[in-house]
């Protein structure tokens, strides 16, 4: 039997939905078990394979130098990576610290022999082409949808319809009533209430709990969060939205599909979701809901509690460090960490950002500059127009659509921040406030202002870092 006490394996997948769809990493994971490592022993990322800043990777590399590692099992090369300049790195550290490179589809590399470094850098080529080639043509494909403004799949309300989408008219449940009709009401509920949460129970006690289908567009969502992205696609008014989860790139166009409302209408129903707190769960024991994560993997905590006596303990812990079923235990943190705890410390990090902004330090929105995209687009169509070319018409449309779309986000994102200024100027006037303060008064300030808090133990004390959205 092979001795692994000093092995490690490692692996990755380029992205979040090969991880939950896909389940890939948990069957490399797996692969790795049987192979004879333990949990402590592998190392992974969700990270692109030419990414040099992977935490995993870093790691095991950490670990390289440290000269506790003499084998390194991964599940083929383009797991390990698909840079050719990295690959260049990582095995100078391989073949300085004598450590052989193993893979779980059968072979391993000499490092120390030419034929090994030859073949190991084929296998970096090929991994980078293929990289390319992915990358390349997911760019073609996508530039090619922007150009024939085609829409790749429909919400609720619409159907597919050739490339484009067309309101749904057929009958919704048994009801008389159209798709598109429910999804109008959905859209009048929330506007008269400005309540997420409100308005999924009131579409529930109406049409019942259970989806249709298995996909979005079959039924209305029941969750906050996925309501909120079907309210914000502009695909309800008639335009389309290209990369929506990258605000760098995200690019909205005008469709020739009917749209549910008027654009007007979508602007305000963003205005409204842009003054309303984020609350993921209605949980009120934990203020601090769907915002702590782990300091060492990354992955969210959640709440655990229970009572000696007449005493109620409440506590954090990582969801990475337990095993369930489909998903093994994937982090070494086990420690878990006090809410009240957490919740101070959150509370004490607002405190000092109020004094600044009460001290005057903190920057007025009125005075925030609109990005620089915005300022080189302006000045590209000036550039284009001058020019008086007809042929240039269509990027002019273009890019003052993509202008349009930029500012009113920026506009927004102004109004959110000048809300949460002020939300945090009056806690400041009030010194009273925080010891009177319920839970439910702290689940809205901190799903208003806070980004995350990072848990994480530095000398045996447990360290809270909480980070703001002003």
Same mark, same amino acid.
């Given at each position: 039997?092979?001795?692994?006490?000093?092995?490690?394996?490692?692996?990755?997948?380029? %992205?979040?939905?090969?991880?939950?769809?896909?389940?890939? /990493?948990?069957?490399?994971?797996?692969?790795?078990?049987?192979? &004879?490592?333990?949990?402590?022993?592998?190392?992974?990322?969700?990270?692109?394979?030419?990414?040099? *800043?992977?935490?995993?990777?870093?790691?095991?590399? !950490?670990?390289?130098?440290? @000269?506790?590692?003499?084998?390194?099992?991964?599940?083929?090369?383009?797991?390990?990576?698909?840079?050719?300049? =990295?690959?260049?790195?990582?095995? @100078?550290?391989?073949?300085?610290?004598?450590?052989?490179?193993?893979?779980?589809?059968? =072979?391993?590399?000499?490092?120390?022999?030419?034929? &090994?470094?030859?073949?190991?850098?084929?296998?970096?080529?090929?991994?980078?082409?293929?990289?390319?080639?992915?990358?390349?043509?997911?760019?073609? =494909?996508?530039?090619?949808?922007?150009?024939?403004? *085609?829409?790749?799949?429909?919400?609720? !309300?619409?159907?597919?319809?050739?490339?484009?989408?067309?309101?749904?008219?057929?009958?919704?449940?048994?009801?008389?009533?159209?798709?598109?009709?429910?999804?109008?009401?959905?859209?009048?509920?929330?506007?008269?209430?400005?309540?997420?949460? @409100?308005?999924?129970?009131?579409?529930?006690?109406?049409?019942?709990?259970?989806?249709?289908?298995?996909?979005?567009?079959?039924?209305?969502?029941?969750?906050?969060?996925?309501?909120?992205?079907?309210?914000?696609?502009?695909?309800?008014?008639?335009?389309?939205?290209?990369?929506?989860?990258?605000?760098?790139?995200?690019?909205?166009?005008?469709?020739?599909?009917? +749209?549910?409302? %008027?654009?007007?209408?979508?602007?305000?129903?963003?205005?409204?979701?842009?003054?309303?707190?984020?609350?993921?769960? %209605?949980? %009120?024991?934990?203020?601090?809901? !769907?915002?702590?994560?782990?300091?060492?993997? &990354?992955?969210?905590?959640?709440?655990?509690?229970?009572?000696? +006596?007449?005493?109620?303990?409440?506590?954090?812990?990582?969801?990475?460090?337990?095993?369930?079923?489909?998903?093994?235990?994937?982090?070494?943190?086990?420690?878990?960490?006090?809410?009240?705890?957490?919740?101070?410390?959150?509370?004490?990090?607002?405190?000092?950002?109020? *004094?600044?902004?009460?001290?005057?330090?903190?920057?007025?929105?009125?005075?925030?500059?609109?990005?620089?995209?915005?300022?080189?687009?302006?000045?590209?169509?000036?550039?284009?127009?001058?020019?008086?070319?007809?042929? /240039?018409?269509?990027?002019?449309?273009?890019?003052?659509?993509?202008?349009?779309?930029?500012?009113?986000?920026?506009?927004?994102?102004?109004?959110?921040?000048?809300?949460?200024?002020?939300?945090?100027?009056?806690?400041?006037?009030?010194?009273?406030?925080?010891?009177?303060?319920?839970?439910?008064?702290?689940?809205?300030?901190?799903?208003?202002?806070?980004?995350?808090?990072?848990?994480?133990?530095?000398? &045996?004390?447990?360290?809270?870092?909480?980070?703001?959205?002003?």
């Amino acid at each position: 039997m092979q001795d692994l006490s000093r092995a490690l394996g490692y692996c990755r997948v380029s %992205t979040q939905r090969q991880h939950t769809e896909g389940h890939g /990493l948990e069957r490399y994971i797996d692969r790795l078990k049987q192979y &004879g490592l333990s949990d402590e022993q592998i190392y992974w990322d969700i990270e692109s394979g030419a990414s040099e *800043k992977r935490k995993g990777y870093n790691q095991v590399l !950490g670990l390289v130098r440290a @000269k506790k590692v003499d084998k390194l099992i991964v599940p083929c090369f383009d797991r390990f990576t698909r840079s050719a300049l =990295g690959w260049e790195v990582a095995c @100078k550290e391989l073949q300085d610290f004598g450590v052989e490179l193993i893979f779980l589809d059968g =072979g391993s590399l000499d490092l120390e022999t030419p034929e &090994g470094l030859f073949t190991s850098r084929i296998l970096a080529a090929m991994a980078a082409q293929l990289r390319d080639k992915n990358k390349y043509n997911a760019i073609a =494909g996508a530039r090619y949808f922007r150009e024939k403004r *085609k829409i790749y799949k429909a919400i609720f !309300g619409f159907v597919k319809d050739a490339d484009t989408v067309a309101p749904n008219l057929k009958e919704y449940r048994n009801t008389g009533k159209s798709y598109a009709s429910v999804a109008k009401q959905a859209i009048r509920m929330f506007m008269d209430t400005g309540e997420i949460a @409100k308005t999924i129970r009131k579409l529930v006690d109406e049409y019942g709990v259970e989806r249709l289908g298995k996909h979005n567009y079959d039924d209305f969502p029941r969750d906050i969060s996925s309501f909120r992205r079907w309210l914000q696609n502009p695909q309800l008014c008639g335009q389309i939205c290209y990369y929506p989860h990258d605000n760098q790139k995200r690019l909205v166009l005008e469709s020739e599909h009917e +749209g549910l409302i %008027t654009v007007d209408q979508h602007n305000e129903i963003l205005r409204m979701l842009s003054m309303r707190p984020k609350i993921r769960h %209605t949980n %009120t024991n934990n203020p601090l809901t !769907g915002l702590t994560f782990c300091g060492v993997c &990354g992955l969210k905590m959640i709440m655990h509690s229970n009572t000696l +006596g007449e005493k109620r303990y409440e506590h954090l812990r990582c969801t990475g460090h337990y095993n369930k079923p489909g998903h093994p235990k994937i982090c070494n943190v086990n420690k878990y960490f006090s809410l009240d705890a957490a919740i101070t410390a959150c509370i004490r990090a607002l405190q000092q950002r109020a *004094k600044k902004i009460g001290d005057g330090y903190a920057q007025e929105v009125g005075e925030a500059k609109l990005p620089s995209e915005v300022l080189d687009l302006q000045q590209q169509i000036i550039e284009l127009r001058r020019r008086n070319d007809p042929d /240039l018409e269509s990027a002019i449309t273009a890019k003052e659509q993509r202008l349009e779309s930029l500012i009113r986000t920026s506009d927004l994102n102004y109004v959110a921040d000048a809300t949460r200024n002020e939300i945090l100027k009056t806690i400041a006037s009030d010194a009273d406030f925080w010891q009177g303060a319920s839970k439910e008064h702290l689940a809205t300030i901190f799903q208003e202002l806070v980004s995350d808090v990072v848990c994480s133990v530095i000398e &045996g004390e447990q360290v809270f870092l909480a980070s703001f959205k002003i």
